[in-house]
């Protein structure tokens, strides 16, 4: 396979790495950009796991908090001057208000009303008017029975309406003011921390399990005897909770404590016991593959829509 300078350019903004170590991780995985982050990193190579060839779609992330339930939902358009435009905003807040009473899943929100049209019908009735194409990509919901749930959103364009989109549920009987303001802090901490899950026993066994693996491979091929790497992976897993747990991370307003810190003190404050019971982060256009068009063809495809 080639080994394009856009590829390579790719792999050095997730891993940090040089770029003739890049290439040649490349050339070993046969251009498999994820792959070829885990060949740095048992390599020694890699200055952190940043996820590879960081892709981005258009829309806007909605988000809707009420009387204990919250919904985040994602809806994409093909540009980004589409996403600025007020009937796609209002849009996308109709459907995060249907969300929160109907719940996330997708197609039942599509089927259910607003007015006298449903959703499905408005997206057509906004794509006829706009000319573009637009798609409720997904949706996610929280809730508690006591407590509060808190959002966030990053890079706002309008009320619940923004790029990264986080609500996080605590679970409770402390006073309300201070379960709403230590949630929003909490929502910013996870749009800033990107934590992967609550604590360890929350993450994905094949995650964990590819840690291990690349983290006894780099030892082993430092020379390390077997009984030495056990403990160093150990040590090492250890290291990676901190990095993507969210109760283990350092607290972003506070980094001199971690998160699980952060909310003993909160407890106080509340007069009750916190359970951290979840939380949900969308970045707009994570994991959606498109081709990536020039600002001047960009501008003149929607000149060519006018």
Sequence with gaps: MTI??????ELREATGAGMMDCKNALAETNGNIEAAVDWL????????AKKAGRIAAEGLIGVKVAGGKG????????????????LFQGLVAMIADVALDVGPDVEAIKAAKAGDLTIAEALADTIAKIGENMTLRRAAALSVGKGAVARYVHNAVADGLGKIGVIVALESSGKADELA????????????????????SGLDPAVVERERNVLAEK???????ANVIDKIVESGLKTFYKEVCLLEQPYVHDPSKSVAQAVKEAEGRAGAPIKLAGFVRYALGEGIARETADFAAEVKAAAGRA
């Design 41 to 48: 990193r048992k390599k020694g190579l890699s200055k952190a």
């Design 71 to 86: 919904v985040v939902v994602e809806v994409n358009s093909e540009t980004d001057f589409v996403a600025r435009n007020d």
């Design 219 to 225: 030892f082993r091929a430092q020379g390390k005897p």
């Design 4 to 9: 394009t300078a856009q590829m390579v350019k």
């Design 181 to 200: 303001a230590f949630g929003r802090l909490l929502a910013m901490h996870v749009a800033a921390s990107q934590p992967q899950a609550v604590d360890p």
